[in-house]
Every structure is written in structure tokens, then in C-alpha cells.
């Protein structure tokens, strides 16, 4: 009997447009009125996550950047993972040396070294992956994320790793290299202290070792007096396949990288065909 859906959001819950498409919001007041709990797990932090679902008149709990931090359905923190300022140091050294683009989530807010700099990288990282995209509506999208996320500009990044009172909860780096990012993962899997996975294939995302979606989603239902066996996962990409393997019942979207698929035991439509929507009713269907 499934107690507990945790649902991934961008390339899942959200749609191409990264809104909540109403369909989604249907099935999940649906599966609540039935007794089922609802659980966001995401690679964002959690004021980027709720302005993003307030917007379709949605509320939940969240398991926020991977499962670095952990969050009741008031926004109280429940469980936060945090990464050590020395690793924190030498990780953002390996990422500048390879010519990413790095930004850092940490407690008050994410922050990025060069603001300027950051937006010139992406677009012209997106008009290199997205060549049949005008470049007009690349800059406008990249301008929303910049502007949506309020990322603080902190030129001098000794300043971050210093600081006594910040706390690093996880990097996202991004390079449009598969090559690059093959080589980040590499020199920072020498650390036991991290884990390193991707939200997208031009990124990759580093958080403390214990800040994973599965290890973090297992807290949280056992918080309710829930177990995996009873928890319904969802998710497409990479930074996903933790709860994916450990969830009792774990679905893959049409749209999931094939790793993900593989993985998981059940298989839906795509985040532009509301497969959140159809996985919740397909489960509800068979969890009588």
C-alpha cells in the first residue's frame, strides 16, 4: 500500500515551460484526498522550489539541492547536510581549473563569483546544446533564472569559504564539454566526503555525501512512520536514480535519461504529457 509519493520536479513535476501543469495538480489533491502524502524532492533550493509550485496553488514539504536539506510542510528544517569548508574550498578550485561555471547553494541563498560572466557562459552554452532555439528567447530565458533564483553576487570567493557562519550545501557547475564534466566527476570522486551526480547533461551537482535524494527521502518517510516499500518515487534524471533504487514503487518519465529508466519499475509519459498525472492514477488504480 503506497503511503508516501515523492516526486522530482524539473524534467518531472514541471513542464518544458517549468510550470505545474494543472493535470499534475489534479492527480496529486486526488492521491491526498485518498491519504496518500505528497513530497517534493529536488536539486533546488527551497524558495526557488515553492515560488515555482505556489504559482499553480500547490504546497507540500520538500527535500531540497539533492537532500541536502530537509523541509515540513512549513517550511521548518527538519535535516541539513552541509559541506565542510575545506572540501567546499578545493572543490570550487578544481571546477574553476577546469573553466566551468560554478554557482553555490548555501543558507543564505545561492551565490555566484561573477554574475556577468555566469549569464555570457550560459547563453553561449545554450545556444552551442539548443543551435534551432533563437538566441533572443535563450538570453530572456537565462535573464528569468538569473532574476528568479536571486542569485548573490560574491566576487571574492575566499570570502565564502572563510566565512565561519556560511554554510555550503551544494554546488552546480555546468560546461558544455561531456569531456569536462567527465573529468570533474573523476577528480572529485577522489573525496569519500562527496556525491556527485547531474540534474541535466550540462551539469553536474555536488553535495555533502549524506545529501542524496534516496538517504534523504528514507529520513523523511521514516520521520512519518512510513517505510521505502510504502513510497512511490518519481523522477528523469541522474541526481534521481538514489530514490529511484531505494522507493517500493519508483517510475521513470518518458523523458528520463536511459540509466533511469533501466532503474526503475515502472515507466509513464513524458513532463509535457502530464506523466506524473498518469503514474499517480496508474498506481492508485492498483493500490487498492
Given at each position: 500500500?503506497?503511503?508516501?509519493?515523492?516526486?522530482?520536479?524539473?524534467?518531472?513535476?514541471?513542464?518544458?515551460?517549468i510550470?505545474?501543469?494543472?493535470?499534475?495538480?489534479?492527480?496529486?489533491?486526488?492521491?491526498?484526498?485518498?491519504?496518500?502524502?505528497?513530497?517534493?524532492?529536488?536539486?533546488?533550493?527551497y524558495?526557488?522550489?515553492?515560488?515555482?509550485?505556489?504559482?499553480?496553488?500547490?504546497?507540500?514539504?520538500?527535500?531540497?539541492?539533492n537532500?541536502?536539506?530537509?523541509?515540513?510542510?512549513?517550511?521548518?528544517?527538519?535535516?541539513?547536510?552541509?559541506?565542510?569548508?575545506?572540501?567546499?574550498?578545493?572543490?570550487f578550485?578544481?571546477?574553476?581549473?577546469?573553466?566551468?561555471?560554478t554557482?553555490?547553494?548555501?543558507?543564505?541563498?545561492?551565490i555566484?563569483?561573477?554574475?556577468?560572466?555566469?549569464?555570457?557562459f550560459?547563453?553561449?552554452?545554450?545556444?552551442k546544446?539548443?543551435?534551432?532555439?533563437?538566441?533572443?528567447n535563450?538570453?530572456e530565458?537565462?535573464?528569468?533564472?538569473?532574476?528568479?533564483k536571486?542569485?548573490?553576487?560574491?566576487?571574492?570567493?575566499?570570502?565564502?569559504?572563510?566565512?565561519?557562519?556560511?554554510e555550503?550545501?551544494?554546488?552546480?557547475?555546468?560546461?558544455?564539454?561531456?569531456e569536462?564534466?567527465?573529468?570533474?566527476?573523476?577528480e572529485l570522486?577522489?573525496?569519500?566526503?562527496?556525491?556527485?551526480?547531474?540534474?541535466?547533461?550540462?551539469?553536474?551537482?555536488?553535495?555533502?555525501?549524506?545529501a542524496?535524494k534516496?538517504?534523504?527521502?528514507?529520513?523523511?518517510?521514516?520521520?512519518?512512520?512510513?517505510?521505502?516499500?510504502?513510497?512511490?518515487?518519481?523522477?528523469?534524471?541522474?541526481?534521481?536514480?538514489?530514490?529511484?533504487?531505494?522507493?517500493?514503487?519508483?517510475?521513470?518519465?518518458?523523458?528520463a535519461?536511459?540509466?533511469?529508466?533501466k532503474?526503475?519499475?515502472?515507466?509513464?509519459?513524458?513532463?509535457d504529457?502530464?506523466?506524473?498525472?498518469?503514474?499517480?492514477?496508474?498506481?492508485?488504480?492498483?493500490?487498492?
Amino acid at each position: 500500500m503506497i503511503k508516501v509519493i515523492a516526486s522530482d520536479m524539473d524534467g518531472t513535476l514541471l513542464n518544458s515551460d517549468i510550470r505545474v501543469a494543472s493535470e499534475n495538480v489534479k492527480a496529486i489533491e486526488y492521491a491526498r484526498s485518498k491519504g496518500i502524502h505528497f513530497v517534493l524532492c529536488t536539486g533546488r533550493m527551497y524558495d526557488d522550489a515553492m515560488g515555482l509550485i505556489h504559482k499553480a496553488n500547490l504546497y507540500a514539504p520538500a527535500i531540497c539541492m539533492n537532500g541536502a536539506e530537509v523541509r515540513d510542510e512549513h517550511g521548518k528544517i527538519l535535516l541539513k547536510h552541509v559541506i565542510d569548508k575545506d572540501i567546499a574550498k578545493k572543490t570550487f578550485q578544481i571546477l574553476s581549473d577546469l573553466g566551468m561555471y560554478t554557482e553555490l547553494f548555501t543558507d543564505i541563498g545561492p551565490i555566484s563569483t561573477n554574475k556577468k560572466q555566469g549569464k555570457e557562459f550560459l547563453i553561449d552554452m545554450y545556444r552551442k546544446m539548443h543551435p534551432e532555439k533563437p538566441v533572443d528567447n535563450i538570453i530572456e530565458q537565462i535573464e528569468e533564472r538569473f532574476e528568479a533564483k536571486d542569485i548573490h553576487e560574491i566576487t571574492d570567493a575566499n570570502r565564502i569559504f572563510e566565512n565561519e557562519e556560511m554554510e555550503i550545501l551544494k554546488f552546480i557547475s555546468f560546461s558544455p564539454d561531456p569531456e569536462i564534466l567527465k573529468r570533474a566527476k573523476k577528480e572529485l570522486s577522489v573525496s569519500n566526503e562527496l556525491a556527485i551526480t547531474s540534474s541535466f547533461s550540462d551539469n553536474i551537482e555536488i553535495t555533502n555525501r549524506s545529501a542524496q535524494k534516496g538517504i534523504s527521502l528514507q529520513y523523511y518517510v521514516e520521520h512519518l512512520g512510513v517505510s521505502l516499500e510504502e513510497t512511490f518515487a518519481i523522477g528523469d534524471n541522474m541526481n534521481d536514480l538514489s530514490m529511484i533504487k531505494m522507493a517500493g514503487y519508483s517510475v521513470a518519465m518518458g523523458n528520463a535519461e536511459p540509466e533511469v529508466k533501466k532503474r526503475a519499475k515502472y515507466q509513464t509519459t513524458t513532463n509535457d504529457e502530464h506523466g506524473v498525472a498518469e503514474a499517480i492514477y496508474k498506481m492508485l488504480e492498483t493500490n487498492n
